[in-house]
């Protein structure tokens, strides 16, 4: 699949009746994120982090996004509900490109609620050798991520040791909190699915929008 806003492609795989892509998607303006204050907080346009602010991880691992940004809300929303302004009955766009969209929290059982970590994780790239056997073809890499929780320094952390990648779902009490699919290096069971802080830098992936009954 090729992207058509900045012509990057990106391996695609069928994954329980789904088009998914098989790598994390890398769109956007690359932004600082060293310190606790570099938030994506221009809503004119689409903002990334790479990880250490080094192009060269967002080749291999894709953009890190907060959770408002990955949505295309405004930025304001990383400490707020925005629930009317999140579409969980139908598809949800977020930045994924035209005709593809962020993931439900019902796909997201259904991708990787029957899967094991052993079977979703990349071979390579993991700490002491935590990869998986990636059998699935989806390719899920420990992207690291920016740290949202480190309030004197910011930065980032984690890279090779885990992943995590949003998915569709409203907190029902904490605003300041998204969902996330979490994998570490010494998992091999079925990922978590975890509240995670909506200022964290992490991972997107996007799935192609289908007919009901896919």
């Not at 990334?48 to 949505?71: F, H, I, T, V």
């Not at 929290?105 to 790239?125: H, T």
């Not at 040791?161 to 904490?174: F, L, M, Q, R, V």
């Amino acid at each position: 699949m090729t992207d058509p806003r900045d012509g990057k492609k990106y391996a695609t795989i069928k994954l329980n009746g789904y088009t998914v892509m098989a790598q994390n998607l890398d769109y956007g303006t690359q932004v600082p994120g060293m310190k606790s204050t570099d938030n994506q907080a221009d809503d004119s346009k689409v903002e990334k982090y790479c990880y250490n602010d080094s192009a060269l991880y967002c080749e291999r691992y894709g953009g890190l996004y907060q959770w408002a940004e990955a949505l295309a809300l405004p930025s304001r929303c990383n400490a707020e509900s925005c629930a009317d302004l999140v579409d969980t009955v139908g598809f949800h766009r977020g930045i994924c490109p035209e005709g593809w969209h962020l993931p439900g929290n019902a796909e997201w059982v259904d991708l990787n609620g029957i899967y094991s970590a052993e079977e979703l994780k990349s071979i390579k790239y993991w700490y002491q050798g935590g990869g998986g056997s990636n059998s699935t073809g989806f390719t899920f890499l420990p992207a690291g991520e920016r740290r949202a929780t480190d309030k004197s320094t910011g930065g980032y952390g984690y890279l090779s040791e885990s992943g995590t990648i949003w998915y569709i779902a409203i907190h029902p009490t904490n605003l300041t909190y998204g969902y996330a699919v979490f994998m570490y290096y010494g998992d091999d069971g079925v990922p978590q699915q975890t509240p995670w802080y909506k200022a964290a830098g992490e991972s997107v992936r996007c799935i192609q929008d289908y007919a009901a009954g896919k």
